[in-house]
């Protein structure tokens, strides 16, 4: 079923007037800013005590387990990321620490494999009776997946023995073969890991666990609630939910609504897609187009956030998309790009690759600061300072980026996602290469004897993307397809100057040939400034417009326009201009310009006097680069 394979990314070389000023940024500044705060090296942010709790569990350090019962997995998103890091940029130094740090992993492993500080510093008769809360599985599988990338990026396995041995217990713990017992994640993860484990390794026991795992959620009787009879003890619930949260309420073949705790969902979701490829599994398959299209077409915001409601950090119901109280959390998009590459290896489709840009331009770019020290957990469409972060109902939306979490589950997943884009940009089959995103830089295929393509790329601020092919052979036989996102208009093509017609499919164009060295395809489209306009069943959202281009959705701040942005109207007939920002915090940055109208009104609650119009100068820039000018007013959409 698996259309395409992944281009390892030792293959990619990142080369890009957008993506390269981010990946050096989170390898200078971010990499080590978060190894500090999980050494607790920093007073002036949320103590994190992670690395601390190894050093405990192995015993060479006194003290209690301190932080989330999923501490652990800080570090092993630390850890990924690191990997992706050395696998584009060689650093001794880094590797040293990182190498440091697993030899202290492995010292706090138990004898059996058991691999959890907080059960084995705290609660060592608990271990594994709390699934449902207590994350060790989910804790389990982020370490797997940082041990496998570190593994493909170093040649290093010591790390990957560690958690061979930390799988091999699960996998000998769980199922339905003779002395194994039942179980399944409170929070999904480690079907995701096993799958990885098993495609390195050949190893059936690790997709045998992982179908085993998705194949027993949502059966009865109700795995948490019997978990929770017999445990005697309550961490955070007592288990007895009716499913919806952690999608325990359906087998997995029979959902087709996202519904419960958005990551968790997402992260399910991306495993069964990861299965489905592995095994053949149409069911499956259907499933996930259904939970797909339930997503795209009904719970996500223009933002690309996903998981509106801050009760359980979860979808809420169809087209329930408040903007001011919204929670999408940066970790639920991040596991939206998870999906969506899994979809695409499946079958090269340009509404997977849409959405995939959708969340890397706008929400997950969005949540880190400009100088990479400070993140969002929370994304809103909408801020008012003095409502947002102060008002109960709108305590989670925040103006401003903290600088650290007591949850740290976002900034670490960030910095695994932007180092990793390489690995989502290219893709290969048999007899065609694909390229998903456009993404300035080289890839090196395994293609008909060998094949180099260099990028040059101005994407996202204009359209122009240059392909020179470099071949091992005197000529190659392949198809090039190439996505052409939807917000890319009146597109052209010219290969070696001329132009050309393309084979135009699912969203992709397909140019196949005889290719040689020095052949260069070339496609330039406009991007446009778009008018976008919410489905009239998201009531909050009527006569209002979000402007986009390209795949960057737009925000207007208080910083350029005057509080109260509820005042701003942007004309039907108003013609929007892009320019580039000279000077000051957002410098190179393509913003918005336009002719509006501010309305002035009484100073009474409420009045008989309409507002009176005033024209302005409007003003909107990327929504990934609001809140690094101060703290003010934001908003996405706008009156028309």
Known sequence: MRVQKNIPLNHVKVDDSFWSRIQKLVRETVIPYQLDVMEDKLPDVEKSHAVENFRIAAGE???????????????????????????????????????????????????????????????????WQNLHDAHELYCSGHMIEAAVAYYKATGKDVLLKIMRRNADLICNRFGNGDGKIRGIPGHQEIELALLQLYEITGE?????????????????????????????????????????????????????????????????????????????????????????????????????????????????????????????????????????KRMLEINPDGKYADILERMLYNTVLASMQRDGKRFFYVNPLEVIPGISGVVETHRHALPARPGWYACACCPPNVSRMLLSIGSYAWGESE??????????????????????????????????????????????????????????????????????????????????????????????????????????????????????????????????????????RLPADSEITATKIADGALKGITALSAKGIRETGSNELYSEKPPKPEPITLKAIPYHTWANRGTGEMRVWIRE
């Open 61 to 127: 350090a006194e003290g209690e387990h301190y932080g989330w019962v999923f501490q652990d997995s800080d570090v092993a998103k630390w850890l990924e990321a690191v990997a992706y890091s050395l696998s584009a940029c060689p650093d001794p130094e880094l590797e040293v620490k990182a190498d440091e740090l697993i030899e202290l992993i492995g010292r706090a492993q138990e004898p059996d494999g058991y691999l959890n500080t907080y059960f084995s510093i705290m609660y060592p008769e608990r271990k």
């Open 431 to 568: 007899n065609t290469i694909f390229a998903h995103i456009f993404l300035g830089g080289t890839a090196e295929l395994n293609i008909d004897g060998g094949v180099k393509i260099e990028c040059e790329s101005d994407y996202p601020d204009d359209c122009n993307i240059k392909y020179t092919i470099s071949t091992k052979k005197d000529k190659a036989a392949f198809s090039f397809a190439i996505h052409i996102p939807v917000w890319c208009k009146n597109t052209r093509y010219t290969l070696n100057g001329k132009p050309q017609i393309a084979e135009i499919r699912n969203g992709y164009a397909y140019f196949t040939r005889e290719w040689q060295t020095g052949d260069i395809l070339e496609i330039n489209a406009d991007l446009p400034v778009l008018r976008i306009y919410s489905n009239l069943a998201v009531g909050g959202n009527a006569g209002q417009v979000c402007l986009q281009r390209g795949p960057v959705v737009y925000c207007f701040e208080e910083e350029d326009n005057k509080a109260p942005l509820a005042a701003l």
């Open 204 to 340: 059936k026991a690790y997709l045998e666990t992982a179908t085993y795992f998705i194949n027993e959620r949502g059966k009865e009787p109700n795995y948490f609630q019997e978990e929770g009879k017999t445990r005697g003890w309550i961490m955070w619930s007592d288990g007895t939910e009716d499913g919806i949260y952690a999608q325990n309420h359906a087998p997995v073949r029979e959902q087709d609504k996202a519904v419960g705790h958005s990551v968790r969902a997402v992260y399910m979701y991306t495993a069964m897609a990861a299965l489905a490829a592995e095994t053949n599994d149409t069911q499956l398959l259907t499933a996930c187009n259904k939970l797909w299209d339930n997503i795209t077409q009904k719970q996500m915001y223009v933002t690309g956030g996903v998981g509106s409601t801050v009760h359980g950090e979860a979808f809420s119901v169809d087209y329930d998309l408040p903007n001011a109280t919204t929670y999408s959390e940066t970790c639920a998009s991040i596991a939206m790009c998870f999906f969506a």
